[in-house]
């Protein structure tokens, strides 16, 4: 009698393992897939914003404006929220151009790097437009390290002045809802982390030409229009080509912005080589408008106990909830914040 076990079918064999590795790789796959899931979700609701106030080339429309976003790869990014300008007095601009011996100069035929340096000149004549953001605070460190020369990021020197003109209504009422939590006395001014020169270089800082003056004689600069004035270009081709891809232009229409933006980098380039030619007159002018400043009337710097500093930490759900409360809406892919539509209005 034959007692040996009957012949094993390898067809069958074979299948029922190449059913488990699948049944594997499944599993292995759900398990990457949770965690990456679990990884986002955590990563979007941990966010955490600190407004800071930036005058140079991390505004929107320059090249460098991307380093005010987070990014750790494709599950973790989180946009820049632009709240918009913010008038700060006591503050003055100058354009910086480099010399060839420093890091961030370039040579042709690369752009040249120019940037706004804004110092704390304590002068009530002079005043300054920063844009207000509201930036990761895990980038805040990387945006002070990656900055130009000569900067740094200071809580409570500059204050916004919130009824300027020059002020933003979104920047005016999200501050004093602010200051209302803070159940602060002051509501004409607030102090933010604001981007601040910390050292003039006579031989580099040219004055920022003022974009409009006061009937008081307050002389308001800001990065881009100043920019603009100085080197004798229009600051609207600066953005022809966002501008295109926001209203789907032709391609007729795309090929005119491209030529906009060339002409304006152009007139950049030219602008700071012929400064760059011409060290002397940048020594002249520094030593008539540099430091120090003779003020014709003095401003504070630094906060009383009745004037509000916001220099903490916002969650996702505060920033949400506070714009809900003063009537906006954030759109956090796009970076922006818009109004929110009245029932009349829908």
Known sequence: MNTSAPPIDRSIASRLTSGAIFLFKVFVLL????????????????????????????????????????????????????????????YKAYLDVMQPT??????????????????ASGCHEH????????????????VLNNEPRFLSITPDTGQLELTAPE?????????????????KRNTDYVA????????????????SPPIRIHKDGTQVTNFPESLALWAHVNDAHRTAMI???????????TKGAKQKEHQYWNGIRTAVRSAEENRPAIKRQAKKHGPPFKCKKQIRFGVSNATARV????????????????????????????????????
Not at 192 to 207: D, G
């Open 192 to 207: 933010i982390p604001l981007v601040t020169a910390v050292w003039f270089n006579p031989e580099s800082h040219v004055p």
């Open 31 to 90: 398990e990457a897939t949770v965690y990456l899931v679990t990884k986002l979700l955590l990563s979007t609701n941990n966010v955490e914003y600190i407004a800071v106030g930036v005058s140079g080339g991390l505004q929107d429309g320059f090249p460098e404006h991307t380093r005010l976003d987070y990014h750790a790869g494709k599950l973790d990014e989180v946009q820049v929220i632009f709240l918009g300008r913010a008038l700060v007095r006591g």
């Open 102 to 119: 420093w890091r961030q100069y370039t040579e042709e035929p690369e752009q040249p790097l120019i940037n706004s340096n804004v110092f």
């Open 243 to 253: 501008d295109c891809a926001e209203r789907k232009c032709d391609m007729a229409a």
């Open 167 to 183: 002020t933003w209504p979104l920047v005016r009422d999200f501050m004093r809802h602010e200051i209302q939590i803070q159940q």
């Open 311 to 346: 220099n903490y930490p916002f969650s996702k759900k505060q920033v949400t909830n506070t714009l809900s409360n003063i009537g906006y809406t954030a759109d956090y892919k796009r970076g922006k914040v818009d109004t929110i539509k009245k029932k009349t209005e829908l």
């Open 127 to 142: 005043a300054n437009e920063y844009w207000v953001y509201l930036v990761d605070s895990r980038q805040v460190i990387t």
